[in-house]
């Protein structure tokens, strides 16, 4: 069993920048990949980004593309979304999740919010313009 806990989040002001950060309990994080979701009010969870368990593959919507970096500290069983640029459209909760498979993911299974096993209990982003 694994626990992701985001952090992070807040009130920020458009062109600003946010760090989220993603605490996961367990000896097998090192092994997961990472996603990054977010949800707005009236949406649905859509995806953001996510890092294979190497860190040696990263995806990115096109939204976030060159705004946003995802980045993982094994040693400190911490993911980590980088997002500059900020937009009021940003504007969600942000939730990291697990993926227990390393292996065979396509890039379309990545961005799927039913790839992932585990999900923590996401962190408001407020972007204002």
């Known amino acids: 069993q694994v626990q992701l806990v985001e952090s992070g989040g807040g009130l920020v002001q458009a062109g600003g920048s946010l760090r989220l950060s993603c605490a996961a309990s367990g000896r097998t994080f090192s092994s997961y990949a990472m996603g990054w979701f977010r949800q707005a009010p009236g949406k649905e969870r859509e995806f953001v980004t996510a890092?294979?368990?190497?860190?040696?593959?990263?995806y990115y919507a096109d939204s976030v593309k060159g705004r946003f970096t995802i980045s993982r500290g094994n040693a400190k069983n911490t993911v980590y979304l980088q997002m500059n640029s900020l937009k009021p459209e940003d504007t969600a909760v942000y939730y990291c999740?697990?993926?227990?498979?390393?292996?065979?993911?396509?890039?379309?299974?990545?961005?799927?919010?039913?790839?992932?096993?585990?999900w923590g209990q996401g962190t408001q982003v407020t972007v204002s313009s």
């Open positions: 890092i294979s368990w190497s860190g040696g593959n990263t």
């Open positions: 999740a697990a993926d227990r498979e390393r292996f065979g993911r396509t890039i379309a299974t990545m961005m799927r919010v039913d790839t992932y096993d585990y």
